[in-house]
């Protein structure tokens, strides 16, 4: 057995075999089919990537607003750095 996976059939009888294909004009709509779906796929991926992007951008606003104060929300520590016993909790 060489180069192939299935012990009943060797490469002298695999490339000896016909393998059905469809007509042409079959051939044809089932391109044109994986073509409109690879399109679809295309615009799928374009619109999550900038999706993630967006999302990526409000985070970082949100993230810079509240570092800055100006979201009208009063701050709270809720933990504070003891130079001995490393973190407290306030």
């Known amino acids: 057995m060489t180069g192939i996976a299935y012990p009943a059939i ?7 075999g016909l393998v059905p ?3 042409s004009n079959e051939q044809r709509r089932i391109v044109a089919r994986v073509d409109q ?3 679809l796929c ?8 900038r999706s993630q992007a967006d999302s990526e951008r409000l985070m970082e606003a949100v993230v810079r607003r509240m570092l800055a104060g ?5 701050k709270k ?3 504070s750095v003891n130079n001995r ?4 909790i306030s």
Do not use: R, S
């Not at 060797?10 to 000896?16: H, S, V």
């Open 37 to 39: 779906l690879m399109f």
């Open 85 to 88: 016993n490393g973190f407290k």
């Open 77 to 79: 520590t809720i933990c």
């Open 10 to 16: 060797n490469d002298g009888k695999l490339y000896l």
């Open 21 to 23: 294909l469809p007509p």
């Open 70 to 74: 100006g979201d009208g929300v009063e």
């Open 42 to 49: 295309d615009k799928l991926e374009a619109g999550l990537l």
